[in-house]
């Protein structure tokens, strides 16, 4: 029985409905049927034809904005009710996740490199952005497990993890080598926006201020270390820079995976995206 109804607001749920919501039985649960639901249906749906994706992508990026915009004015309407004011330093859409909204645009309707690189960027970073909220959801902190803002952190980044295996399983686009920057692109654009802005909340007194890692590294193992020791020598720009770099990094390391998975079982890299087949 809860304490709370689904659709409440953080204030209105008692305290030890929100303790150890990580890691609990229930977490643990969607973890395991999350992933058995993305390989089962990318199995199943793995012939599906280029023209169908593409219907996929342009549906998904006309829903994404939708539920996101709801979920912002939804929790917004009761901060600042409450006295709260704006959740600057988590409601604004500037996180790394953030960018599935903004690529899916690009991946659905874009044409050319443009394409390239949002699809490259789907199937790789985003991946690894929806499999790190699988395993360490920053939502836990503040909402129970059966809540309705978990359902729609835990919904986003499922569909984050599940687009980009979908696309390489149907060979609608697999990664290459040559993929590595063009993935990197959509993120280095995005962070030309995002980095002076968590700068200039940071040195305005926004401490909190975090978004994609780039001022204190919370919730990432050993970044926050990093950062307060290159913070105390001034060095703050230079911790931004190797967060960037792993970033490409992870990309890189993405790419190679496929790679490997595509060469072991000796399946035909073919592109549906480029019209390369459609069968």
């Known amino acids: 029985m809860l304490n709370y109804n689904f659709f409440d607001y953080k204030d209105f749920i008692p305290d030890e409905d929100k303790q150890n919501v990580m890691w609990s039985t229930e977490h643990i649960v969607f973890i395991i049927l999350a992933v058995l639901a993305i390989i089962l249906l990318c199995y199943f749906l793995r012939n599906i034809k280029g023209k169908s994706v593409d219907k996929y992508l342009k549906i998904l990026a006309i829903i ?11 929790e917004t309407y009761w901060d600042i009710k409450l006295g709260h004011g704006f959740n600057i330093t988590g409601l604004l859409p500037l996180y790394t996740c953030s960018m599935f909204i903004y690529v899916l645009p690009f991946a659905g309707w874009g044409k050319g490199k443009v394409k390239e690189c949002a699809l490259a960027f789907l199937t ?8 790190t909220n699988f395993f360490i959801p ?22 984050m993890v599940f687009t980009g295996v979908f696309l390489v399983s149907t060979r609608y686009y697999v990664p290459n080598f040559k993929s590595i920057l063009k993935g990197f692109i959509p993120l280095l654009i995005f962070s030309v926006i995002v980095i002076p802005f968590d700068y200039i909340m940071f040195y305005n007194g926004h401490y909190w201020i975090d978004y994609m890692l780039y001022i204190h590294g919370f919730g990432a193992p050993l970044l926050p270390s990093i950062a307060d020791k290159l913070g105390s020598l001034n060095l703050r720009g230079l911790y931004t820079l190797l967060v960037m770099g792993g970033y490409l990094l992870i990309d890189s390391i993405f790419v ?19 019209g390369e087949s459609d069968e």
Request: charge should be positive; hydrophobic fraction near 50%; avoid cysteine.
């Open 138 to 159: 920053p939502i836990f902190n503040t909402y129970p497990f059966f809540s309705y803002a978990s359902f729609m952190s835990l919904n986003y980044h499922f569909l």
């Open 256 to 274: 190679s995976i496929y790679q490997l998975i595509f060469k072991v079982f000796k399946i035909k890299q073919i592109n549906k995206s480029k």
């Open 64 to 74: 994404m904005p939708v539920l996101e915009i709801i979920k912002i004015t939804w």
């Open 124 to 131: 790789t970073l985003s991946v690894f952005a929806g499999l």
